[in-house]
């Protein structure tokens, strides 16, 4: 199974897409952080984002989608924008008939780490244990993206069918 996993953001949108199945170790295919710039007119850094994802999905074909379920945060504007990106995950995938599963937080830790309040650190250097990276992902949002991607894969059955 292929998964695009999206760690949704405005001014960084975490994206990875990693190959595997249950039983088996992942294996990174491709990850990429999207950005805009957070002078550009809101709708604008939008349609950069959505223009982006799209061109991915073109390029890797992914099985599925999964994508972070967005949580309440202190800053309201901030919350706002990564739930509109993640609004654009889930119209991509649907677009294209894609299987999209929304993973919290906490589940995503748990899955790749083993205890759901694991910190960045540790789901980092775990993602990089699995996927077998030298290099730490730069920025996180590239990690948790593939973090999102590996909680898929083992948590789903068949293509997309989430447990």
Same mark, same amino acid.
């Given at each position: 199974m292929r998964?695009? *996993?999206?760690?949704? *953001?405005?001014?960084r949108c975490g994206v990875a897409v990693v190959d595997g199945d249950r039983g088996r170790s992942p294996r990174l295919v491709a990850s990429v952080v999207l950005t805009s710039s957070a002078t550009a007119h809101h709708p604008q850094r939008l349609l950069q984002i959505w223009e982006e994802l799209n061109a991915l999905v073109e390029v890797h074909h992914p099985d599925a989608v999964a994508v972070e379920e967005v949580f309440s945060q202190q800053n309201v504007r901030s919350v706002m924008g990564t739930a509109q990106?993640?609004?654009l995950v889930m119209v991509c995938a649907q677009r294209? *008939?894609?299987p999209l599963g929304s993973h919290t937080?906490?589940?995503v830790k748990a899955s790749v780490t083993g205890h759901g309040r694991a910190n960045k650190d540790q789901v980092t250097r775990m993602v990089m244990r699995l996927l077998d990276l030298q290099q730490r992902p730069q920025p996180a949002d590239a990690a948790d993206a593939m973090a999102l991607a590996i909680c898929h894969i083992w948590r789903s059955g068949p293509v997309g069918v989430r447990r």
């Open positions: 998964v695009l *996993g999206v760690d949704p *953001g405005l001014t990106v993640a609004g294209r *008939g894609l937080p906490t589940e």
